[in-house]
């Protein structure tokens, strides 16, 4: 990084990453940048995973990137409403990324971690009343939560921004694959 800005390595890194989403897409996610000029202002895509009360959704998520990426993670939040122990009613994720973000991670990773929450929640850490019903009552859970992926996550589509022609060509791609 010798001899570049914080600012241009991370722009930097962003571009590479998005080059290999492009170049070799992962089944059950995506991002990218919202507008052309800015690619640290991204929404991801997320699949719901077969087999959980999520299946058949599609998730859409806001991902800021700080100006010092990868030294410091994004913040991701969901912008799809979802019930889930480890999402709260903003979409903010409630588990601290950054304890173990370091700079090896990379978006697609990050993506592919919150995926697989979906599958597996992290409980322990976060009470809430959500988890103590997967804990405790998880049919009444898995309804509740495959009632929200319905109304939010599959009702009409969800929306994207209008200027997001490639998310939408992403999520076309991913609805049927």
């Known amino acids: 990084?010798?001899?570049?800005?914080?600012?241009?390595?991370?722009?930097?890194?962003?571009?590479?990453?998005?080059?290999?989403?492009?170049?070799?897409?992962?089944?059950?996610?995506?991002?990218?940048?919202?507008?052309?000029?800015?690619?640290?202002?991204?929404?991801?895509?997320?699949?719901?995973?077969?087999?959980?009360?999520?299946?058949?959704?599609?998730?859409?998520?806001?991902?800021?990137?700080?100006?010092?990426?990868p030294f410091s993670p994004p913040e991701v939040k969901?912008?799809?409403?979802?019930?889930?122990?480890?999402?709260?009613?903003?979409?903010?994720?409630?588990?601290?990324?950054?304890?173990?973000?370091?700079p090896a991670w990379t978006t697609e990773a990050l993506l592919l971690s919150i995926w697989s929450m979906l599958m597996e929640p992290i409980l322990g850490h976060t009470e809430n009343e959500i988890s103590d019903l997967y804990l405790n009552h998880y049919q009444r859970y898995s309804a509740i939560a495959r009632e929200w992926t319905q109304k939010y996550a599959m009702s009409g589509f969800v929306s994207i921004s209008p200027g997001d022609q490639s998310l939408h060509l992403e999520v076309a791609r991913l609805s049927i694959e």
């Not at 979802?82 to 990324?97: A, C, F, K, S």
């Open 78 to 102: 969901y912008l799809t409403k979802i019930y889930h122990p480890n999402v709260n009613e903003d979409g903010i994720i409630d588990i601290n990324i950054g304890e173990q973000w370091t």
């Open 1 to 69: 990084m010798e001899g570049k800005s914080t600012f241009t390595y991370a722009r930097e890194r962003l571009e590479l990453e998005l080059r290999g989403i492009k170049e070799n897409p992962p089944t059950h996610i995506s991002f990218g940048p919202r507008s052309d000029d800015d690619v640290f202002n991204c929404q991801g895509i997320i699949m719901g995973p077969i087999g959980t009360p999520f299946e058949g959704g599609i998730f859409l998520l806001s991902i800021q990137f700080p100006s010092d990426y």
